[in-house]
């Protein structure tokens, strides 16, 4: 489990309505400079039993804001075999080789738009990545079933909060797989849930003093969760999923902060060992953040709240709809807003206020 010119809503507005943005991760838009061919590679390291996604060459200049960077448009890759997905972590090096700090990397996320979300009819997130996530493995027991030829849109947003500059820096999404065999991984799949729903702005203004925000759903198919985490910002007091149906809480965690009080990760909740814990359509979950901002004024963006975990299906997986109003919403507005960003367009919080919407991308 996961960022600034000012943009007239007409523009998204007229491309919800044209349907100038591609309704397919296949139909991607190319970038500024850069033909969409030279952003993303794909490799199979077979010693290392590991699909690498490869995203850049990219120019990081010191103390650069996301909308100073040339952006990598939406790029789709093909899973290179039939593997079961074990593991990921992600890597930045320089043109020399050299490692990169990971706090250069705002976010990355690998969508599966041919599949649907646990609790959302929106394109499924197979994996999502930021500047505090951690190598992460499951048992050898489990694993996330790919297909040779799946495709995969990778969609990744850069900064530089550092004073130092880093040219032709790439980012290693490396996700670490295995083979059928005389012993067979079960299959699991990924859940994503965020406070602010699935459609729509992900970060949100912080009051003065504790606030929180929720948002409550069903999944579409029964199942057992077995592994949960999250994303949360500074000033975030506890991040809470609860069945509301039972009045039972069924996750709790806080930040992990470093020296100075700022987020540095957040801890992961492990329920594989006891067999998962079981969730249902026929009951209502809702998934809680709670902020304290100690300054005396709201942080225009300053919240969000996410949480990403591995779902064990008790039968087949809802098929995709792919003419859901909020599949459609959802998808087109990820391809408009990643277009901007490598057009050189704000698509940051205040330019929420003229109406582009924030898919969390």
Same mark, same amino acid.
């Given at each position: 489990?996961?960022?600034?010119s ?14 100038s ?10 970038g500024?400079?850069? #033909?969409?061919? #030279?952003? =993303? ?5 077979v010693d290392?039993r590991?699909?690498?996604f ?13 909308h ?7 790029q789709t ?8 997905i074990t ?17 250069v990397? !705002?976010?990355?996320n690998? $969508?599966?738009f ?6 959302s ?10 500047s505090?996530?951690?190598?992460a493995?499951?048992?050898?027991i489990?694993g ?7 495709q ?7 900064? *530089?909060?550092t ?7 790439r ?13 067979f991984p079960i299959?699991?799949?990924?859940v994503?849930?965020?406070?602010m729903?699935?459609?729509?702005e992900?970060e949100?203004?912080?009051?003065p003093g504790?606030s929180?925000r929720?948002?409550e759903g069903?999944?579409?198919?029964a ?6 985490g ?11 999923f609860?069945?509301v149906?039972e009045?039972k809480?069924?996750?709790?965690t806080g930040?992990?902060l470093?020296?100075n ?13 006891k067999?998962g $814990?079981? =969730? ?6 809702? =998934?809680?953040?709670?902020?304290? *901002? ?5 942080v ?10 591995i779902?064990?299906?008790s039968? #087949?997986?809802?098929? =995709? ?10 998808t087109?507005t990820t391809?408009l807003?990643?277009?901007m960003?490598?057009?050189g367009?704000?698509?940051s !919080?205040g330019?929420?206020r !003229?109406?582009?919407?924030? #898919?969390?991308?």
């Amino acid at each position: 489990m996961l960022s600034r010119s000012s943009v007239s809503s007409s523009i998204l507005v007229l491309a919800l309505i044209s349907g100038s943005v591609p309704a397919s991760a296949q139909e991607h838009g190319a970038g500024v400079g850069q #033909e969409p061919a #030279e952003w =993303l590679q794909v490799i199979n390291d077979v010693d290392a039993r590991e699909f690498v996604f490869i995203v850049g060459p990219l120019d990081l200049p010191a103390g650069a804001g996301h909308h100073m960077i040339e952006q990598p448009p939406i790029q789709t890759g093909a899973v290179p075999e039939d593997a079961y997905i074990t593991g990921f972590e992600i890597q930045l090096r320089d043109a020399s080789g050299q490692p990169v700090p990971q706090r250069v990397l !705002h976010h990355v996320n690998l $969508i599966d738009f041919d599949h649907r979300e646990l609790f959302s009819p929106v394109a499924r997130r197979l994996f999502a990545a930021g500047s505090e996530t951690q190598p992460a493995a499951m048992p050898r027991i489990l694993g996330i079933p790919v297909s040779a030829g799946q495709q995969l849109a990778v969609s990744a947003m850069f900064h *530089n909060p550092t004073g130092e500059s880093y040219s032709g820096a790439r980012l290693y999404v490396r996700l670490k797989y295995r083979k059928e065999g005389w012993f067979f991984p079960i299959g699991v799949y990924p859940v994503y849930i965020d406070v602010m729903g699935h459609v729509g702005e992900k970060e949100f203004d912080l009051p003065p003093g504790r606030s929180e925000r929720s948002w409550e759903g069903s999944p579409a198919v029964a199942g057992r969760l077995l592994a949960v985490g999250g994303h949360l910002h500074d000033n975030a007091v506890v991040l809470r999923f609860e069945d509301v149906t039972e009045g039972k809480v069924l996750w709790e965690t806080g930040p992990e902060l470093d020296g100075n009080g700022q987020v540095v990760g957040v801890p992961i909740g492990k329920f594989w060992w006891k067999g998962g $814990i079981g =969730l249902t359509p026929k009951h209502t979950y809702r =998934l809680t953040v709670v902020y304290d *901002n100690p300054a005396g004024e709201t942080v225009p963006g300053g919240g969000m709240g996410v949480l990403g975990g591995i779902f064990k299906p008790s039968g #087949e997986w809802p098929a =995709l709809d792919p003419d859901d109003p909020d599949y459609l919403i959802n998808t087109k507005t990820t391809h408009l807003r990643a277009e901007m960003r490598a057009m050189g367009i704000d698509t940051s !919080h205040g330019a929420h206020r !003229h109406g582009v919407q924030d #898919e969390g991308l």
